[in-house]
């Protein structure tokens, strides 16, 4: 697949207050049975492997904004309670560098990340380009279709980021990485 670009930032995509709700409910809930270890070589927890437990009514909100900004028509949330993945890292965490499951024939799956807190390092590396993102900031990549992982988080604040997967028909993917969609 020919992308000209691999990945979009939508800068201040969540304002202050959604996303300190995510964060805090992060923060709140990650010493919880359904935060498990993320299985990527680091220090996170994560909800990827768990469906016991709810979401704020806030991560909804944004997931259909995230779908109405996207336009999407067609599509499946990814293979993971509500098409979300809720992520708390401490410092001293990183990710190898990977590509995710296809978890749909014939798509790809897109993960649209949103940084919520103002931790030092930890930032994405798509490609091998690394990413430097703000609190609040969006960014959104086909996960299945290229490398990425992320660097050490550093200092005393723990990341914490919220994950929207989606598996897409694969023509729309030029489509939302390289076009304004909203």
């Given at each position: ?177 390289n076009n304004d969609c909203g």
């Amino acid at each position: 697949m020919e992308l000209i670009k691999t990945f979009k930032i939508y800068k201040n995509y969540l304002n202050e207050k959604d996303c300190n709700i995510l964060s805090s409910w992060i923060l709140n809930n990650k010493n919880k049975s359904f935060f498990k270890d993320a299985k990527m070589n680091g220090i996170r927890l994560t909800t990827r492997y768990s469906d016991n437990f709810d979401f704020p009514e806030t991560a909804y909100k944004i997931q259909n904004k995230i779908i109405n900004t996207l336009k999407l028509k067609k599509y499946s949330l990814a293979n993971f309670k509500d098409g979300m993945v809720a992520s708390y890292a401490e410092p001293g965490d990183t990710c190898y560098i990977h590509k995710d499951p296809v978890w749909v024939e014939n798509t790809i799956t897109l993960h649209c990340n949103i940084k919520l807190s103002d931790h030092e390092g930890g930032s994405p590396i798509i490609k091998g380009k690394e990413i430097n993102l703000n609190k609040r900031d969006m960014w959104l990549y086909p996960v299945s279709e290229v490398d990425h992982g992320s660097n050490l988080v550093k200092g005393s604040i723990p990341r914490t980021l919220w994950i929207f997967g989606f598996s897409i028909p694969k023509e729309y993917l030029k489509n939302i990485i390289n076009n304004d969609c909203g």
